[in-house]
């Protein structure tokens, strides 16, 4: 009841209630579930949809979604491999587009979080932020490119243009904070740095701290080092 379909095989199968879906193929799978919002050419096409309040906007935008709920999906294919996943947000093209059952991501911005598929409690913002995160948690990316190459390590914070943008990183708990700030690390971990391209060579190297603009922007193999200022 109170069901809107709106286009060729929108809200085909529902037999729901206060569902809204336009487009052709909007909502085509939907049965049981209710309150969800599907606007866009086969925007939450393919799963049979049971789950409750979602919103998928944009060409196949949540386009796999069976039992997820409290989904919010905006862009072309966002979220559309998503089948159980629960309360993510994404915003832009292909942002978080291979996640499948993982839940409490925020990915605001093209291709942010592209690659996550079980990974969960993310944020990223920014285009191509956090986009190589495949099982990551916890990780914190924000500004163009922060976080890019990193797979599979959490507890991260990447903030600023490319910071911690280069390494393939599987290390835990890296906070970096300025432009290129980290940028090389894969596997080291607790470390800090703030400021334009503070401690952007190390790679495999932990437990530093540099604070400033270049701060020991040369160390890549010595350990437990500590640097305030330019």
């Known amino acids: 009841a109170n069901n809107v379909g709106i286009g060729g095989y929108s809200a085909a199968a529902t037999t729901g209630a206060s569902n809204i879906a ?16 599907a606007i866009g050419e086969s925007a939450i096409n393919t799963g049979v949809t049971t789950g409750n309040y979602n919103i998928a906007i944009g060409y ?5 979604l069976t039992s997820g709920t409290y989904n919010v999906a905006v862009g072309n294919q966002a979220l559309d491999a998503n089948t159980t996943g629960e309360r993510n947000v994404a915003v832009g093209g292909t942002a978080l587009g291979a996640n ?7 990915a605001v911005g093209d291709v942010a979080l592209a690659a996550t598929t079980t990974g969960i409690n993310n944020v990223a913002v920014g285009v191509y932020s956090a986009t190589s995160n495949t099982t990551g948690t916890r990780n914190v990316a924000i500004g163009y490119g ?6 599979t390590g959490g507890y991260n914070v990447a903030i600023g243009f490319e910071a911690m943008q280069a390494g393939t990183v599987t290390a835990d708990s890296n906070v970096c904070v300025g432009g290129y700030s980290g940028m090389q690390i894969t596997s080291g971990g607790s ?12 790679t495999t190297v932990s437990s530093l701290t ?7 922007t040369a160390n890549t193999s010595g350990t437990l080092n500590t640097a305030v200022g330019y």
């Open 22 to 37: 336009i487009g052709y193929g909007a909502y085509q799978a939907g049965t049981t579930a209710n309150y969800n919002i």
């Open 60 to 64: 196949q935008a949540g386009n796999a």
């Open 100 to 106: 499948t059952t993982a839940s409490n991501n925020v």
């Open 146 to 151: 922060a976080y890019q190459g990193a797979t």
């Open 191 to 202: 470390n800090v740095a703030v400021g334009y391209e503070a401690l952007d060579a190390i």
């Open 210 to 216: 540099a604070v400033g603009a270049s701060a020991l």
